[in-house]
């Protein structure tokens, strides 16, 4: 028994006997119970695909950043193989091509070759692999490029302005010593923090172990690119230097984009020849 406004109500007891029923489980009929009408549905659906909608740029960018994260990871350990390998002989820069044997040099193999391609021994078994362990560090996460169904070995290719062949010689007839430096040991670089060493070149262009930035003046004059690097990460790519460090450089003209071989640099020809190398 309760006291309420309207006086007493008394308790009626609950038979036993009966199951316990949710007070509202009947309360609307079978044929009257509320649901979505079709066009809430459809509302409903409308904003869900507005969200993503808006989501998925987001995730794509933040997905893109990641993946520049670890590009510019690899590289820093790429360039640290560099050191420690110019540490253990003599100062000189690991070689950029080699003169007999292809596994004596920081990585070897033309791209252009389906079995160089997918060959591990011309990363990890060359001289660079000797400090750095991982096949992955060899190759951009964002290169997506195959042969045979399977991942490229190797997505960087090695400034021909250092190392050259390993007797002291450049790599390339394209290194012109009467007029400009190149780079055979480490101390000779002046200004390492303005100097790439190692860059993601473009799938469409990579082929042997080193890039080409031909700094001649008839070069200069047309500001055309030899080899093009990659733009891996929305319009941007990856460089190490000569001091350790990395970043990723985006690519303002549309020829590095195109993956012709020799497409017009612009501006980013100007940016890479001046740290290429510089003039005696």
Request: hydrophobic letters at 40%; glycine letters at 8%; proline letters at 6%.
């Amino acid at each position: 028994m309760s006291n309420t406004l309207f006086g007493s109500v008394k308790a009626v007891p609950r038979d036993p006997g009966q199951p316990r029923r949710s007070p509202d489980r009947n309360f609307f009929p079978r044929h009257r119970r509320p649901g979505f009408t079709l066009i809430e549905l459809l509302v409903v659906i409308a904003i869900i695909a507005i969200l993503a909608a808006m989501l998925l740029p987001a995730l794509s960018k933040a997905k893109t950043k990641a993946s520049g994260i670890s590009c510019l990871n690899n590289l820093r350990q790429m360039q640290l193989g560099c050191a420690l390998y110019a540490d253990d002989n003599a100062d000189r820069w690991v070689p950029s091509l080699a003169i007999a044997d292809p596994r004596l040099t920081w990585a070897a193999g033309d791209l252009r070759n389906a079995m160089d391609a997918t060959n591990l021994l011309f990363t990890t078994g060359a001289l660079l692999g000797q400090y750095v362990k991982s096949a992955d560090v060899f190759r951009c996460p964002a290169d997506t490029a195959r042969v045979n169904g399977r991942p490229r070995v190797r997505s960087q290719s090695m400034n021909i302005f250092f190392g050259g062949r390993g007797d002291g010689a450049p790599a390339s007839s394209r290194v012109n010593t009467a007029t400009h430096y190149f780079f055979s040991k480490t101390a000779s670089v002046l200004r390492p923090a303005g100097l790439w060493v190692l860059w993601d070149e473009n799938p469409a262009t990579i082929d042997d172990c080193y890039g080409v930035v031909d700094v001649s003046p008839a070069y200069k004059a047309s500001r055309v690119l030899v080899n093009t690097p990659a733009s891996y990460h929305n319009r941007a790519g990856g460089l190490s230097f000569a001091d350790g460090h990395a970043e990723i450089k985006r690519w303002v003209g549309p020829g590095v984009f195109e993956g012709s071989y020799n497409a017009d640099g612009g501006k980013d020809y100007d940016w890479l020849a001046e740290r290429t190398t510089y003039e005696k």
